[in-house]
C-alpha cells in the first residue's frame, strides 16, 4: 500500500532524483525561457577600436567607405559593433596592413605550437572555474581562438558559458565521449560546440565525466583492447581540433582523479589557483606532495611532464587583511617568479556576476558600482596579461 514505506534506499533516491530533476526543470523554464539564447553584449566604437589597435576616427572611416562589417548605429549616432564584427574588422586589418598583422590578428603561426593551459588545485572553491572563465574570455577578447573545455562534472564553467548541464547535453556531449575506452568515443570535433562568445568554444562537462574515474581503472588491467593508456587520452583528445585554436584552457575538477592527471599531462602549462587562507594553503601543501608523488608514478610509464610555465594565481584577495598578507608572503617567498604578481582581488562585482551568470567582461560597466567594477578588472586583466605573456614567451614571441 504504501510504498515509500516498503520501498529500498535505492529505490527512493532515484524517486527523489526525479522528483528533483523535474522540478529544477520547472525553475529554470522559468528562470531561463528555452528561447532565451544567452547573448554576448556589444561593443561600443571606442571599445571596439581600442580592442582592435586603431583609432575610433579610423574606424569610422572604414565604415563610411562601406568596409569591413557595418556597426549597429542607433538614433543617437551612437555606433556599435558585436564581438564576431570585431574579429572581421581584426581579419580585415591584417590584411590591409600586413606588416602588422601579428598585432591586429595574435593567432598562433607555424611553429608556435597549440598552448593548453590546465588551471588546477584540489580545493573546491579556490576559484579554478572562476579563474578559468575570465582566462577564457579574456584571450577570446583579445582575438585568440580559445577553447574551453569543462573537466569539473559540477559543470559550473558550462552554464557560465550557456549550457546547462542537466537539459543539454546528451551521452558523449562532454569531453569523456572522446576519451571513453569503448566503441563509443567519438572525435572531439562533434562534441565542441559554439558559444555565445565569437571565438571562444567549449566542451562541456556534466557528471558523465565520472565515468572516465570508474572505468580507467579496469582499462588499466585490459591494455589490449583500450588502446591508449588513461593520461594520455584528453592530449590525444585535444590534438584531433588542435588546428582551430590557438589556447585551450581547461577547468580541472576539484581531484586529483585520472581527468586531472589527464588534463596535467595534455598541459603546456600549469594555473594553479590560491585563496590566500591558512586552511587553503595547508591543504595545498598536501595537493602539491600528492601531485608530485602521482606524476612521477605517470612520467616513469611515459607521460610527458614538462611544461612550458607553471604559475600561482592568488585569488580572492583581499589586500588589506593581515594574515591573507602575511601568506601571500610566504608564496612569493618561496616560490617566487612562479606566483604572479597581480592577484585577483575579492571582489562583490565578481561574485554578483557570477550570480547572475555573467563575468564582468560581459556586464556593461554602468551596471555596477564604478570603482568596485574597474579595481577587480584591472586585477583580472593584470592577472590574464601576464598569463598571455607567458604564452608569448613559449611561442617565442617578444
Ligand atoms: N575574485 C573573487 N571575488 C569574489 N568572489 C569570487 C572570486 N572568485 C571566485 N569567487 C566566488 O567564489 C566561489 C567559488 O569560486 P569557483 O570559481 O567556483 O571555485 P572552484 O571552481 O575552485 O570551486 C564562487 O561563488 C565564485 O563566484
Ligand atoms: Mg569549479
Not at 572522446?178 to 567549449?202: H, M, N, P
Not at 595537493?287 to 610509464?301: H, Q
Not at 568596485?372 to 598571455?388: I, K, W
Request: with cysteine.
Amino acid at each position: 500500500m504504501d510504498n515509500i514505506s516498503v520501498s529500498t534506499t535505492d529505490v527512493r533516491i532515484e524517486r527523489h532524483a526525479s522528483q528533483l530533476s523535474r522540478q529544477l526543470k520547472l525553475l529554470r523554464e522559468k528562470l531561463f525561457p528555452p528561447l532565451s539564447q544567452k547573448t554576448l553584449r556589444t561593443f561600443t566604437s571606442g571599445e571596439a577600436a581600442q580592442m582592435i589597435g586603431v583609432s575610433d576616427g579610423y574606424l569610422r572611416q572604414l565604415s563610411l567607405d562601406g568596409k569591413g562589417p557595418q556597426p549597429d548605429v542607433a538614433i543617437n549616432g551612437r555606433r556599435s559593433y558585436t564581438l564576431g564584427q570585431i574579429n572581421e574588422l581584426r581579419q580585415h586589418m591584417a590584411r590591409v596592413k600586413p606588416k602588422d598583422a601579428l598585432s591586429y590578428l595574435p593567432w598562433r603561426r607555424s611553429g608556435e605550437k597549440l598552448q593548453t593551459v590546465a588551471v588546477t588545485n584540489f580545493k573546491g572553491g579556490s576559484a579554478k572555474t572562476t579563474t578559468s572563465l575570465y582566462l577564457a574570455q579574456y584571450l577570446a577578447l583579445n582575438g585568440y581562438r580559445v577553447l574551453a573545455i569543462d573537466l569539473d562534472p559540477q559543470a559550473s564553467l558550462s552554464s557560465m558559458l550557456g549550457v546547462q548541464p542537466e537539459f543539454d547535453l546528451g551521452d558523449g556531449d562532454t569531453l569523456y565521449g572522446a576519451i571513453r575506452y569503448d566503441e563509443g568515443r567519438r572525435s572531439l570535433k562533434d562534441v565542441v560546440r559554439k558559444t555565445y562568445f565569437d571565438g571562444l568554444d567549449l566542451v562541456p562537462g556534466n557528471l558523465e565525466l565520472m565515468e572516465f574515474e570508474h572505468e580507467t581503472p579496469r582499462a588499466l588491467n585490459d591494455r589490449q583492447r583500450t588502446g591508449e593508456v588513461f593520461f594520455r587520452r584528453v592530449g590525444v583528445a585535444i590534438s584531433e581540433v588542435e588546428a582551430n585554436y590557438d589556447i585551450v584552457v581547461i577547468d580541472c575538477p576539484p581531484q586529483l582523479g585520472y581527468l586531472t592527471l589527464g588534463a596535467v599531462c595534455a598541459a603546456t602549462s600549469l594555473l594553479i589557483t590560491v585563496h590566500p587562507q591558512m586552511v587553503d594553503v595547508a591543504s595545498m601543501s598536501q595537493f602539491l606532495l600528492m601531485t608530485s608523488d602521482l606524476l612521477s608514478v605517470v612520467r616513469k610509464a611515459g607521460g610527458d611532464l614538462k611544461h612550458d610555465f607553471i604559475k600561482y594565481v592568488v585569488t580572492r584577495h583581499e589586500p588589506f587583511d593581515a594574515p591573507q598578507s602575511q601568506i601571500v608572503a610566504l608564496l612569493r617567498n618561496l616560490f617566487s617568479d612562479d606566483v604572479l604578481t597581480a592577484t585577483i582581488l575579492k571582489s562583490t562585482a565578481i561574485a554578483d556576476a557570477g550570480l547572475t551568470k555573467q563575468s564582468l567582461y560581459e556586464i556593461e560597466r554602468g551596471q555596477v558600482r564604478r570603482s568596485t567594477y574597474d579595481r577587480a578588472l584591472e586585477s583580472v586583466n593584470a592577472a590574464n596579461g601576464e598569463v598571455l605573456a607567458g604564452i608569448h614567451k613559449a611561442w617565442g614571441r617578444k
